[in-house]
């Protein structure tokens, strides 16, 4: 049971450049994130989705777009990657099912330079 | 805004000494408060969670006390052992928001020397 897959685990990136972050679940959640991690910051939402087709802003939206086009899967887009993206990108998901359990994946870490 | 403070920033004790994770919060709908743990180069994990009807809950050697009254919890760890040497986040969530999001700390970082 793979549970929650990123990919890819490792980038860098020029800035301007653009780039896709791929999250994907076996658990058949309904629910998922995308968090960054930073020194010092903690964990901080990026957006979510409640459910396939929908999305939300967390905290920190700007610079990013998502979709949910399937519900096994939840895209986080850069347009134009700048310097303060460096960061390592968590997804989770969350199912109504496992209760208010969000698992996490393992990470991807970005680096734009 | 920061709703949930949490501290210390980091931590270091010896093994078999009880460190102590403190968390407040600010939002009186939180009625959901989980702590994560991480170990380096790997995501968060659920470690142990609690609600406001109880003041305590034990899991192993891991323990939450929870205080509704001056809106803080804390994480205390019996026994620690270096492999729980790790980050550690609180967090929380509320029913009128579906619990469909959680609010972080901004983690301690543990270090249990043998």
């Known amino acids: 049971n793979a549970g929650v897959t990123q990919t890819p685990k490792f980038r860098v990136l020029k800035t301007g450049q653009s780039m896709t972050l791929l999250c994907a679940q076996d658990?058949?959640?309904?629910?998922m994130y995308w968090y960054r991690q930073d020194p010092g910051m903690g964990l901080r939402l990026i957006h979510y989705?409640?459910?396939?087709?929908?999305?939300a802003k967390g905290e920190v939206p700007d610079g990013y777009n998502v979709s949910r086009l399937k519900k096994q899967n939840f895209l986080l887009g850069l347009e134009s990657a700048a310097p303060s993206q460096t960061s390592v990108y968590f997804c989770?998901?969350?199912?109504?099912?496992?209760?208010?359990?969000?698992?996490f994946g393992e990470g991807s870490w970005l680096t734009v330079v | 805004q920061q709703q949930v403070k949490q501290s210390p920033q980091s931590l270091i004790v010896q093994k078999g000494g009880i460190p102590i994770i403190n968390c407040a919060y600010e939002?009186?709908?939180?009625?959901?408060f989980p702590w994560y743990q991480q170990f380096p180069g790997k995501g968060p994990a659920l470690l142990i969670a609690?609600?406001?009807?109880?003041s305590e809950k034990k899991e192993g050697r891991f323990t939450i006390s929870f205080n509704k009254s001056a809106k803080q919890f804390s994480l205390h760890i019996m026994d620690s052992q270096p492999g729980d040497s790790a980050t550690y986040f609180c967090?929380?969530?509320?029913?009128?928001?579906?619990?469909?999001?959680?609010?972080f700390g901004k983690g301690t970082m543990l270090l249990v020397s043998p």
């Open positions: 989770a998901s969350r199912g109504q099912a496992s209760g208010n359990t969000i698992y």
């Open positions: 658990m058949n959640h309904e629910y």
């Open positions: 989705s409640v459910g396939e087709g929908t999305t």
């Open positions: 939002n009186t709908a939180f009625d959901y």
């Open positions: 609690i609600r406001p009807d109880v």
């Open positions: 967090a929380a969530s509320s029913r009128g928001s579906g619990y469909s999001t959680l609010t």
